[in-house]
């Protein structure tokens, strides 16, 4: 691949009806991937074509402190087999897994959850697995959750909350062609392949399911209200034999008449 062209088309909207919130987001990526020469001399093929899409909904509704919250989500993705760097072996197919702005992005949906979504809270990088981003992760055979969370206003400087929600992938995991050796069938190993802790290949999955798991969340929301800035006023003492006029001061407010002049409080 030599270069990319990206063109992110969708809407973002919010409705309310009375307590309730109805929030629906749609994105459609399209574009072009173009190759190298030295590839199309071999394939005959230049280039493919992005064909990818985000979409989720979610519901809120706040019933006195109580906030209640479901969403879907679903991000498209590329099928294991797809050639998509115009290799030897694969099948042809236009990019159909949706990809962040950035490499190193992760989707939004995930943000009511610290294993497999955002991970706000426990995630110790941007390109680990909890963070579910681009790079060599589970999210580039689609990804696709349902979930619903709760928050309760225990009183103004502390809010209860909990997550619970399930995880799949929209396309069944395997190893992607551009790992494979010598044939679709072929071990987990080219370059490239990303390697887990006992040097083994990370995304040599069996093609079995496209099941991620569940996960249940609990925790708590502290927050503190800013103090109110103290507004200073400093004003100059008049000499002895100076006229009250003579005051200097960045302001007024905290300054009163007095014998000799001004005094000031802060």
């Known amino acids: 691949m030599t270069t990319e062209s990206r063109y992110y088309l969708g809407f973002d909207s919010r409705y309310r009806i009375g307590n309730t919130s109805i929030e629906p987001t749609f994105i459609y990526l399209l574009g072009a991937r173009n190759f190298t020469a030295a590839s199309a001399a071999v394939t005959g093929i230049t280039n493919t074509d992005y064909n990818a899409y985000q979409a989720s909904i979610a519901v809120f509704h706040t ?44 989707h939004y949906f995930g943000e009511w959850f610290e294993i497999l979504g955002r991970s706000d809270v426990d995630g110790n990088s941007i390109q680990t697995f909890r963070r579910q981003g681009e790079v ?76 991620v798991g569940w996960e249940v969340d609990a925790g708590q ?24 006029s003579s005051v200097a001061c960045r302001s007024n407010r905290g300054c009163s008449p007095t014998s000799t002049g001004r005094s000031c409080s802060s």
Request: aromatic share 12%; hydrophobic share 30%.
């Open 63 to 106: 019933l006195g402190p109580w906030l209640f919250g479901g969403k879907f989500a679903y991000s498209s993705g590329d099928d294991a087999n797809d050639n998509l760097n115009n290799t030897r072996f694969g099948n042809r197919s236009d990019v159909n897994g949706f990809r962040t702005l950035g490499n190193d992005g992760s």
């Open 136 to 211: 060599a992760k589970l999210d580039r055979f689609g990804w696709m959750l349902i979930g619903g969370k709760a928050e309760y206003k225990y009183t103004d400087s502390l809010t209860l909350e909990g997550a619970a929600g399930g995880f799949w992938t929209a396309e069944k995991t395997a190893c992607p062609a551009t790992f494979r050796v010598g044939s679709l069938s072929g071990p987990c190993t080219g370059t490239g392949s990303p390697l887990n802790s006992s040097n083994e290949p990370t995304l040599n999955f069996t093609r079995n399911s496209n099941f």
């Open 221 to 244: 929301r502290p927050w503190r209200m800013s103090r109110p800035a103290r507004s200073m006023t400093r004003c100059t003492r008049p000499s002895p034999t100076a006229s009250d």
